[in-house]
């Protein structure tokens, strides 16, 4: 299954108040480790007690399947 990425847009608006070398080191680390993931495990941190099962990323982001 692979992953693309879509952001809400209060992600938008922080965003672009972000210095334009930070926007597009954000931009292409997202495109590089994150569109077309297959695994998105590798990049988060299991969370653990009342989370449990959940994960964080270092990023907020909306992750949606290519299935909808």
């Known amino acids: 299954m ?3 990425v ?3 847009h209060s992600y938008d608006r922080s965003f672009r108040k972000l210095d334009f070398v ?4 954000v931009s292409k680390w997202i495109k590089k480790n994150l569109e077309g993931c297959e695994d998105l495990r590798l990049y988060g941190k299991a ?3 009342n989370f449990k099962g959940l994960w964080r990323y270092i990023f ?3 992750i949606s399947s290519g299935q909808d």
């Open 47 to 49: 969370l653990t007690g």
């Open 2 to 4: 692979s992953y693309t």
């Open 22 to 25: 930070t926007q597009r080191t």
């Open 6 to 8: 879509t952001t809400a």
């Open 60 to 62: 907020l982001f909306c």
